[in-house]
């Protein structure tokens, strides 16, 4: 992959959603156009991963030829390449999903072109290297996540759109509102030039308020510890298949966000960090023990799902942490970083994986309140294989993907002593595995409840479902078996971020690229002398 | 839906004078203000009240196309422009410009700067137009 085709994540979903527009009354070419792209889609992530990763290359585009402080920069480096792989593989599977298990209605009017929008929004946040694009690619991708809101409507779920439209203006207004007051402190967007002058300390100490600030944004969009709340209300209302998407890409985008943000461009910044590192750890301590304790007491497969996420998101702000937080080794420092990576790779999958087998056991029980269903073990056998996989590769047991994750940001929490959150996250680690023993000995061991829902006329057909989910279930069995392969290119990933230099570099150019202390080499001589000489040797030649 | 007469021939003034401006603002725009968003602002008020004076069949009947199409339309323009760049091996959206000298009538000839950003700018047209139209429509049907 040549460094300008990078800008293929943005135009492949835009085509796609520009094509399905046009398709919009040929349900069936729709969906083959939508497949195609996002086939497509897989392939080109795949691509650049194979490109990026031997060497830790960083492909950079600069659009419309504008050099880079000035214009807008697109970039993958290992971390995008990653994220973009695993988010488009998370797409397809939905994609199916969505394809085989809605009726004619919730699939009808403009839902194709929304999902591919969606999907332009999370890859373009993935490559961009620009700020204020960044904003732009988050408002995409919440514009086609209020519409698909409103596929299949219930009024629940329009009460609750409601919410989360208002708490997502919020949120978009305050991003903008700091942007501006970042640019007008440092005087440009870009993220490498901004890192750069992180890295050459010459951030204003005013500035250090307004990019503290920054947490409340991303945390809002993340939800972590105090702006959670909008959530678990939200997500349980809508249609399992959406629930899935969501929960795979977009709290994940904003946990990509901070990661790139909080440990590539001001990681190396003292007086940012002294700041931001104690929220992000302690906030991290009660998002993932709070969230899980809301999942133990819930009582709906999709309830205890959502609130999951949250529990799961303290895994990763734990990573990013320990990573800037004060007195810590390097090496230390980067296994958290690619620890965080690591479970956000494995979250996307999973937690979508287990969404979608959410949505199919309401399609065999006809509900999803786990008093109401039972026996599901019987009916659905390879439905109950699947989950099981997924489920317990979130709690975390030994040869699947959860474990690897969490056994990395313990360890990089054991070695530089934070103690209580490492209590924390092992605690959840069990509660976790509690409550999706739940979900199974209610939902699929226990027997048949009889006389309720469990028997609906028809035998749904849910294999076009099932492919969504074996799909995911592969891709997470791998990253549990080939554990070691997917953390060498994550603490490849690590290592660029905890020293940005390269990006910078690849960016920005040589010679605008600081040099941090440890890289102080004698100067060189100046080529500007040579060329001198040559000049008066040749003038005296004459 | 109740218009008076005074809008009625009012709007056959306003919405031809407001089209042609939209068109003027749209090749102004390049390097001073104006451009593709502004004038599909304008374009969309001009046909707002024809809209308004005349009914909402009437303006379907003036528009060759339902204006969903206009978005999508105009959608493919701005990621055509950008992808004729990128075919010949540049960064998407990189811009060729050059001048046009145009005649005009009292001797000098003018110099007219074109890039084929203005495509991209037609096409923000378009959409601007079209989502402004299609809103306006659906919101003031429900009201209806």
Redesign the interface.
């Known amino acids: 992959m040549t460094q300008?085709q990078i800008?293929l994540f943005v135009?492949l979903p835009?085509?796609a959603?520009?094509a399905t527009?046009?398709l919009h009354r040929y349900r069936k070419a729709q969906r083959w156009v939508g497949a195609g792209f996002l086939i497509a889609n897989i392939v080109f992530a795949c691509k650049a991963l194979a490109t990026v990763v031997p060497n830790g290359d960083i492909l950079v585009?600069?659009?419309?030829?504008w050099p880079a402080p000035f214009g807008i920069t697109i970039a993958v480096d290992t971390l995008s390449a990653l994220m973009l792989t695993m988010a488009s593989i998370v797409c397809f599977s939905v994609f199916l999903y969505c394809v085989f298990q809605f009726d004619r209605d919730q699939q009808g009017g403009f839902f194709h072109p929304m999902f591919h929008l969606l999907i332009l929004g999370v890859q373009w946040s993935f490559i961009t290297g620009d700020f204020f694009n960044l904003f732009v690619a988050f408002e995409i991708m919440l514009m086609a996540s209020y519409a698909i809101f409103c596929v299949g409507t219930s009024r629940k779920q329009m009460k609750q759109a409601y919410k989360y439209v208002l708490l997502n203006l919020v949120g978009s207004t305050m991003f903008v509102t700091l942007l501006g007051l970042i640019y007008g402190q440092l005087g440009t967007l870009n993220m490498a030039d901004i890192t750069r002058l992180a890295m050459s300390d010459q951030l204003p100490k005013s500035s250090i308020p307004v990019i503290a600030m920054m947490v409340l944004v991303f945390g809002g969009k993340t939800a972590i510890f105090p702006l959670w709340y909008w959530l678990p209300d939200t997500y349980h209302t809508l249609p399992s298949a959406i629930g899935g998407l969501f929960a795979g890409l977009l709290t994940k985008v904003g946990a990509y966000v901070m990661i790139r943000v909080f440990v590539m461009m001001f990681g190396t910044s003292q007086a940012i960090t002294d700041v931001v590192a104690p929220i992000l750890l302690v906030s991290a301590g009660i998002t993932m023990f709070l969230g899980v304790l809301g999942a133990v007491s819930m009582h709906t497969v999709r309830r205890i799902l959502s609130i999951h996420i949250i529990s799961q998101v303290g895994y990763m702000l734990m990573g990013m942490g320990l990573a800037i937080a004060t007195g810590i080794a390097s090496d230390i420092k980067e296994m958290a970083v690619a620890g965080a990576i690591f479970f956000i790779m494995h979250n996307m999958v999973v937690k979508c994986c287990l969404f979608l087998c959410g949505g199919l056991m309401v399609e065999h029980a006809g509900d999803d309140n786990l008093e109401k269903i039972g026996g599901l073990l019987k009916r659905a056998p390879w439905l109950a294989t699947l989950f099981m996989i997924a489920a317990l590769s979130l709690a975390g047991l030994p040869p699947l993907s959860g474990f690897f994750g969490k056994w990395v940001l313990l360890s990089a929490g054991f070695q530089s002593q934070h103690y209580v959150v490492v209590f924390f996250a092992v605690l959840t680690s069990l509660f976790t595995l509690l409550s999706m023993l739940k979900i199974w000995s209610y939902g699929f061991w226990s027997p048949s409840m009889g006389k309720h829902v469990d028997k609906p006329e028809r035998r749904p057909t849910t294999v076009g479902g099932m492919w969504g989910i074996a799909i995911l279930v592969i891709v997470a069995l791998s990253m549990g078996l080939g554990a070691q392969k997917y953390y060498t290119m994550c603490s490849m990933a690590a290592k660029s971020l905890i020293d940005p230099t390269n990006y910078v570099k690849a960016v920005l150019g040589e010679q605008n690229t600081p040099k941090l202390a440890i890289n102080d080499m004698l100067p060189e001589t100046s080529p500007k002398k040579l060329v001198i000489k040559s000049d008066s040797y040749e003038t005296s030649g004459h | 839906m109740c218009t008076s007469v005074i809008l009625k021939v009012g709007a056959r003034l306003i919405v031809p004078l407001s089209l042609v401006f939209a068109v003027y603002i749209y090749f102004k725009g390049h390097q001073t203000p104006g451009g593709g968003f502004v004038a599909g602002l304008v374009a969309s008020v001009a046909l707002i009240v024809h809209r308004m004076s005349f009914g909402s069949d009437s303006l379907r009947r003036m528009l060759p196309i339902s204006e969903r199409y206009f978005i999508a339309i105009g959608l493919t323009l701005a990621l055509g422009t950008g992808f004729i760049a990128f075919v010949l091996g540049l960064p998407f959206f990189t811009s060729a410009h050059g001048y046009l000298h145009l005649p005009t009538t009292i001797g000098a000839s003018y110099d007219f700067e074109w890039a084929s950003v203005m495509a991209f700018d037609l096409g923000v047209f378009m959409v601007v137009t079209g989502v402004v139209v299609g809103m306006i429509d659906v919101l003031s049907k429900e009201i209806q």
């Open positions: 300008h800008v135009v835009m085509a959603g520009i527009t046009f585009s600069q659009m419309g030829n």
